[in-house]
């Protein structure tokens, strides 16, 4: 199954959003985790170590379903994100 990376950028008031929005974000994410089709998933951090956005590696049927998915996060839906990309992946190594 082909694996897409959810990259989000958090908006002026991420820090803040993220808080309130962290355990329905991470809800979202557990069917798939459960199933072994996340093998990454974590904040992206500024040269402080403070979460800038979010970097979410998974597996999906295709494009369009990722893409559905990605705009389904709460951090999506409620303004912790300012912007967010979903890109398919290679896996090229390991080989």
Known sequence: MPL???IGRDGARGAELRREHRPAHLKRLEDLARAGKIPH????LDEAGKPTGS???????DLASARRFAAAD???REGVFAS????ETRVV???
């Open 74 to 76: 709460p951090y999506v």
């Open 93 to 95: 190594f390991p080989t």
């Open 4 to 6: 897409y990376a959810f």
């Open 55 to 61: 970097l979410i590696l998974f597996e999906a049927l």
């Open 41 to 44: 998933a974590g904040p992206l």
């Open 84 to 87: 967010h990309e979903v890109l």
